[in-house]
T-cell receptor, first 111, second 112 residues
Framework: EDQVTQSPEALRLQEGESSSLNCSYT??????LFWYRQDPGKGPEFLFT???AGEEKEKERLKATLTKKESFLHITAPKPEDSATYLC????????????FGTGTRLKVLA | EAQVTQNPRYLITVTGKKLTVTCSQN?????MSWYRQDPGLGLRQIYY???????DKGDVPEGYKVSRKEKRNFPLILESPSPNQTSLYFC???????????FGSGTQLSVL
């Protein structure tokens, strides 16, 4: 069964304490992996798309990487404003028209 | 400004009273979809549309209807809401499948 699993479910970091979030996927014929940020009560906002193993994307304190089975979202020297839920998603198998979302990692950065 | 607009933001209703949640996008996107988000279950797709008059079921379509008469609009209809449809709903659109989704700000629905 195609699925996306994120870990950890929740993460508390001190400001400046770097860490990584994991997204593992099982889907045949990966056609992209998407990272989103979701603030409480708001819709997810797009961060990155990765298409092939070895690819990396960066934005401010965030860097996303992709292997054949998983993706990592590295957060370097986080600030309290990075607190949010981070979601990853993949398109379903070819011929389907849906996205499969993980349940997210709730990140809390303490000042 | 490129955006997906959902209304209403909050809705409280009673069992069996038909309701519609509207969704509109101004980006000329072909693909639109509806999700519900529940604690511990993440985002689950209800229905999607690949283009005007082309809709199909997602993973949790029971109790919901949609229509796509115009490219920009994709309303979600609950003909006879039940308490298990209490949830946070999101509309989303993308240029095509396999591209990034733009989400609306959400509709928090409570069915009493």
């Amino acid at each position: 069964e195609d699925q996306v699993t994120q870990s950890p479910e929740a993460l508390r970091l001190q400001e400046g304490e770097s860490s990584s979030l994991n997204c593992s996927y099982t889907v045949s014929g990966l056609r992209g992996l998407f990272w989103y940020r979701q603030d409480p009560g708001k819709g997810p906002e797009f961060l990155f798309t990765l298409y092939s193993a070895g690819e990396e994307k960066e934005k401010e304190r965030l860097k996303a990487t992709l292997t054949k089975k998983e993706s990592f979202l590295h957060i370097t020297a986080p600030k309290p404003e990075d607190s949010a839920t981070y979601l990853c998603a993949v398109p379903g198998p070819s011929g389907t028209y849906k996205y499969i979302f993980g349940t997210g990692t709730r990140l809390k950065v303490l000042a | 400004e490129a955006q997906v607009t959902q209304n209403p933001r909050y809705l409280i209703t009673v069992t069996g009273k038909k309701l519609t949640v509207t969704c509109s996008q101004n980006m000329n996107h072909e693909y639109m979809s509806w999700y519900r988000q529940d604690p511990g279950l993440g985002l689950r797709q209800i229905y999607y549309s690949m283009n005007v008059e082309v809709t199909d079921k997602g993973d949790v379509p029971e109790g919901y209807k949609v229509s796509r008469k115009e490219k920009r609009n994709f309303p979600l209809i609950l003909e006879s809401p039940s308490p298990n449809q209490t949830s946070l709903y999101f509309c989303a659109s993308s240029r095509t499948i396999n591209e990034k989704l733009f989400f609306g700000s959400g509709t928090q629905l409570s069915v009493l």
